[in-house]
């Protein structure tokens, strides 16, 4: 029966294509439960690297099923490119992924839509990844999207989409001054994805549950993070679905009782992507310098990520909301060449100290950390192979994080590389 479910604890990015990896090889089925292309994850095929969005990291692995549910935003022409990619570089993909016919698509008009409320929004964006993904949900959460089922019936494609773009097409003349979107075009291009994608469609909630029931193992993959739920993270400032563990049981379709793991990646510091609050955020030279050993730039939108120190209140906060059973700490070796390190354990605001996440997000834009400095271990750690080699002062923040958190640290990565990781216990 064993499911585990992979949670960004942070902002993304965390590195949660590397703790599938990790776990790939004790793994039948890696299901993807929400977001969309706004995710993206590196991976090396050989001498090349991969951008993959959409499609589950465990892809690499043969005995892998790949798995898009339900609570996934799909855009067809990027979900055939990455699998074109992926065939071509000789792994089997179209025979391999799984994708559930309960999946809403991505429209042309929700790329457009999103790239016009954030211009429209002026200073006030959320900074998207602009590849409509707000848009894209807004139209589910309102009944009027368009599901990967419906390729399959043109008559129920075209009706369906006839009845949205006759409003969607009155706000991009109307309120944007855009030209209207023709009915035919967009129906003509869908349609021929159907054929392409047909084979690989599915009831993936029913593929899910076979699977548990023969003792599989499988893991929900989140995508972005807990800080970025539209529920929990810190609003407006999110993405449109609900990356935290919570998520992954409508987005897949499975109870709360088949899930035996919840695992939280959080780096050994903080990074974000886009607008919105983020008290430890660092402005100076250390910040800088954190970018360019730790190659903080998004995968996919190429951004430069804004970074900061370790923040104790968010992963206290993540551990309420997601329940962790154990956390995966990534990144440590990009703070190998500091003297001394800082670690948020509480905020403070309007006077008072916070331990917990201030429960009113203004607070959050202007909380001042209160930071443990610690000292730093200022050693190469990338070559470590087993735990206990760690230098002192590495295991000391570790054990501080730890402590701070609330949840045991499991893992710990010291470089991108499989064998780059420390089993803690
Ligand atoms: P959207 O998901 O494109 O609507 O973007 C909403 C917010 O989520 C923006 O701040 C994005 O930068 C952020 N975001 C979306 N996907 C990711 C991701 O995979 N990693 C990090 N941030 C993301």
Redesign the pocket.
């Known amino acids: 029966m064993p499911a585990s479910i992979i949670v ?1 604890a942070q ?3 965390e590195g949660k294509g590397k703790a599938t990896d990790l776990l790939a090889d004790r793994t039948d089925m890696v299901v993807r439960y929400q ?2 292309n ?3 994850h590196t991976i090396v095929v050989g001498d090349e690297v991969l951008k993959l969005h959409l499609i589950p990291s465990g892809i690499l692995y043969s005995h892998v099923v790949p798995v898009i549910a339900a609570g996934v935003v799909i855009d067809p022409k990027v979900l055939l490119e990455e699998l074109d990619g992926l065939e071509e570089k000789g792994l089997d993909p179209f025979a391999r992924v799984r994708i559930s016919g309960d999946a809403h698509l991505i429209m042309p008009y929700h790329r457009e839509l ?1 790239l016009l409320i954030e211009r429209r929004l002026g200073k006030q964006n ?6 409509g ?2 848009p894209a949900y807004a139209d589910k959460a309102s009944r009027v999207g368009l599901r990967v089922q419906d390729l399959f019936d043109e008559g129920i494609f075209r009706k369906k989409l006839e009845a949205v773009l006759d409003h969607t097409n009155l706000v991009l003349t109307r309120v944007y001054g855009r030209p209207a979107m023709d009915l035919e075009a967009i129906a003509t291009e869908y349609l021929g994805y159907a054929e392409r994608l047909s084979p690989m469609v599915t009831d993936t909630t029913a593929l899910l549950h076979e699977a548990l029931e023969r003792d599989a193992n499988v893991i929900l993959e989140g ?3 807990t800080m ?1 739920d539209l529920d929990h993270g810190t609003y407006p ?5 609900n990356p935290v563990a919570g998520g992954a049981l409508t987005g897949a379709g499975l109870g709360p009782n088949r899930i035996d793991r919840v695992i939280g990646i959080t780096k050994a510091y903080v ?6 609050p983020f008290p430890t955020e660092l402005f100076d030279e250390v910040g800088e310098r954190i970018t360019d050993i730790g190659g903080e730039y ?4 190429g ?1 430069r ?1 804004r970074v900061g120190w370790f923040d104790a209140v968010v992963a206290r906060y993540a551990q309420r909301v997601n329940g962790f059973t154990d956390l995966f700490l990534t990144k440590l070796d990009v703070l190998d060449a500091f003297d001394e390190l800082k670690v948020a354990v509480a905020y403070h605001a309007d006077g008072e100290r916070h331990h917990h996440l201030p429960p009113h997000q203004s607070l959050l834009h202007h909380a001042e950390p209160e930071y443990v400095t610690v000292e730093g271990w200022g050693a190469p750690t990338s070559d470590i192979t087993r735990y206990g080699d760690l230098p002192r002062p590495a295991r000391d923040y570790i054990d501080l994080l730890e402590q701070q958190c609330g949840a045991p640290i499991t893992w710990v990565s010291v470089g991108p590389g499989r064998a780059q990781t420390l089993e803690r216990r």
Do not use: H, K, M
């Open positions: 960004g902002w993304g990015d977001g969309g706004n995710a993206g999103d959320l900074g998207t990844t602009r590849r993904i707000g995508a972005q993070g970025l400032f999110v993405t449109s679905s990074t974000r992507v886009g607008t919105g998004g995968t996919t939108t951004r990520r």
